[in-house]
């Protein structure tokens, strides 16, 4: 991939590193094969592809890394029960800070989206609701919500070692969800 972008654009200037997986299980249910599809697909990926993505920016003099975490690193849910979506996500918005300042000094910069519940094709429509009224404002975000997220932090030149919350207001705390 870095090959082609190299050849084709003569340098890397942004990664986003959006691959993830999400199984609402309590952690005893998990299995070990959930556990290692977690750990290769939300840590071994971004592990390999942001550590070729820094080599090559920090010798361009900048570039840009975003990671998409979850809110629910930061806010768990009884209702969501996602032991490994916050190990695995929680450890990629730790690499992020650490790696925001590990780079600070070479014109690369690292930051993370940290999303709510999103309309993907990952939710059918008829839970669309219920998902919705675990978001204080009472809606599930969009993917251009996400987009325009990343958009910003790409755009923030002074920004590195953010987690940008994009959750409806999730991780700023707790509501009452209306008949709970």
Do not use: C, W
């Not at 556990?35 to 071994?44: D, G, I, K, L």
């Not at 990926?45 to 003099?61: D, E, I, P, V």
């Not at 993917?143 to 997220?149: C, E, L």
């Amino acid at each position: 991939m870095f090959k082609t972008a190299i050849e084709s654009f003569g340098r890397v200037d942004t990664l986003v590193n959006n691959a993830g997986m999400f199984m609402a299980k309590p952690f005893t249910v998990y299995s070990p094969d959930d556990y290692a599809a977690y750990m290769s697909t939300n840590v071994t990926g971004f592990f390999h592809m942001t550590q070729r993505a820094l080599g090559l920016m920090s010798k361009q003099g900048h570039g840009h890394v975003v990671t998409i975490t979850t809110s629910l690193v930061d806010q768990p849910m009884t209702s969501v029960p996602a032991v490994l979506a916050s190990l695995t996500k929680g450890a990629l918005s730790a690499a992020t800070k650490a790696l925001a300042i590990e780079y600070a000094r070479t014109g690369v910069r690292v930051n993370a989206v940290s999303p709510g519940i999103i309309k993907t094709p990952m939710h059918p429509p008829e839970a669309h609701q219920a998902l919705a009224a675990l978001h204080p404002m009472g809606r599930m975000g969009d993917v251009s919500d996400v987009v325009d997220a990343v958009l910003y932090l790409d755009g923030a030149k002074f920004v590195t070692g953010e987690i940008l919350h994009v959750d409806g207001g999730q991780a700023a705390g707790h509501h009452l969800v209306q008949g709970a």
